[in-house]
């Protein structure tokens, strides 16, 4: 994911924006759209409410294929998914 693209407002002020938010993200993810996600702790906390149904649906329509504890200046955890065939 991308913190800095992430928009915390409404859908469609975030589309004339050419940014995303939660709802964007969670309608990508349900529709298998990006092949693969990576999603770091960072991403997690941007996305807040929305990040119970956004874990539900890569546990849906992704797998697991890595995970580090400590990634990036941050040191922080890290996953990346790929898409289920």
């Given at each position: ?8 407002g ?76």
């Amino acid at each position: 994911m991308a913190q800095y693209s992430v928009y915390h407002g409404k859908t469609i002020d975030a589309q004339d924006l050419k940014l995303v938010n939660a709802e964007i993200i969670i309608n990508y993810l349900t529709n298998k759209a990006p092949s693969t996600v990576i999603i770091s702790k960072v991403d997690w906390i941007f996305l807040g409410s929305s990040s119970a149904e956004v874990k539900q649906i890569l546990n849906q329509n992704y797998e697991l294929i890595f995970q580090t504890e400590k990634f990036g200046q941050w040191a922080s955890p890290l996953n990346i998914y790929r898409v289920k065939e």
